[in-house]
């Protein structure tokens, strides 16, 4: 099952780390413990206003509570092409 842009913003809203980094795009500040991870990438990361939904380029970054779901999804797409092939 895909995830929508809608599901994407809701998580992002209940995690603190996605706000954090919503905080530091928003104030150009990378000081907080929550936000060290992406201090590498800060430059490549901004966020979509209208959806409250941080972005790696074209690319949605997912809160904790939905990178397992996602992972689990693309795996079931691979799993599909396999079974399709040997078929």
Known sequence: MKMNIV???KATESD???IALQNAVISGSC???KVKPYRMIKNE???DYD???LLRG???ILPASRQKRAIQT???GHQS???SRQG
């Open 45 to 47: 990361i901004t966020m």
């Open 7 to 9: 599901e994407i913003s």
């Open 81 to 83: 092409q396999v079974v």
């Open 51 to 53: 959806n409250k939904v």
């Open 31 to 33: 000081n907080q413990p």
């Open 16 to 18: 603190e780390s996605p």
């Open 58 to 60: 074209t690319r949605s």
């Open 74 to 76: 693309v795996h079931e």
